[in-house]
């Protein structure tokens, strides 16, 4: 607990400041006041809607675990980023569109369908590792 009584977290968040976005931000939005009220009103509930949209390997027992500071989401979830970066969406024909893809030495863009099969030679030389 910090000196002043409060678990800390409060000094992090800003104390309630609001910096609007600029005009041209919220007209390029694609967050609807529809949206926004109903994540208001349900904020778990909406990120469980949003959460659905991934493929899931299991889907978690819990949405959301909070034991101030901490939280915890999807809480025995099991989900591949990779797979939902990539994967579910060559599965589904998009395998076209560009990807941006970064590396430490560049960053290019390549067919969506071109990262995924690379992306899944990349293990086999450890496939002998067991």
Not at 13 to 31: L, R
Request: hydrophobic share 40%; charged share 20%.
């Amino acid at each position: 607990m910090a000196q002043d009584g409060s678990s800390g977290i409060e000094i992090f968040y800003g104390g309630g400041t609001v910096i609007p976005p600029s005009p041209e931000f919220t007209a390029s939005a694609n967050a609807t006041e529809d949206l926004v009220r109903r994540a208001a009103a349900d904020p778990i509930g909406y990120w469980e809607d949003e959460a659905r949209k991934l493929s899931w390997f299991q889907s978690w027992d819990k949405a959301l675990e909070w034991n101030a500071p901490d939280a915890k989401w999807f809480v025995g979830g099991k989900l591949n980023v990779s797979y939902n970066c990539l994967d579910r969406h060559v599965e589904a024909g998009r395998g076209s569109p560009t990807t941006l893809r970064a590396s430490p030495a560049t960053s290019a863009r390549s067919p969506t369908r071109i990262c995924w099969m690379r992306s899944a030679a990349a293990p086999m030389p450890c496939a002998s590792w067991g």
